[in-house]
Every structure is written in structure tokens, then in C-alpha cells.
């Protein structure tokens, strides 16, 4: 029990984490940057890769057992 509440409150500091980076990204898009220039940043930078891990963590956490 207390793992999945563990898994679930790191998930949800990543996702966090890395949504608030996405935005504060967005100021590139002021920049002269295109869209796909900015999606490629984001998909470039470490800070935001961390919402790729934060999902699988909540969606651990709702399972019934982990392995």
C-alpha cells in the first residue's frame, strides 16, 4: 500500500515538474521559434522528458499489485 502512494506522489511531482517547464517553454514560440522547433526542444530536454516517467508511475500506482 504505501509503495503505490509512494509511486503515485513521485508520479504526480514529475508530471508536475515537467508540464510547468513545457510552459515556461512556450516562451520560445515568442522567440521567432516555429511549433515544431518548440516540440522538438521539448522532446530534447531532460525536464520534460520526466512527464514520460511521471504517467507510468500514476498508472502503476492504480494497479492492483506492483511487481
Known amino acids: 500500500m504505501i509503495k503505490r502512494i509512494i509511486c503515485f506522489i513521485l508520479g504526480v511531482i514529475l508530471c508536475s515538474n515537467a508540464i510547468a517547464f513545457i510552459i515556461i517553454y512556450l516562451n520560445l514560440l515568442n ?3 516555429s511549433f515544431i522547433d518548440y516540440i522538438k526542444y521539448i ?3 531532460v525536464e520534460c522528458l520526466t512527464f514520460i516517467i511521471g504517467i507510468p508511475l500514476i498508472i502503476i500506482s492504480f494497479k492492483k499489485s506492483i511487481i
Do not use: L, N
Open 31 to 33: 522567440m521567432d521559434y
Open 43 to 45: 522532446f530534447s530536454s
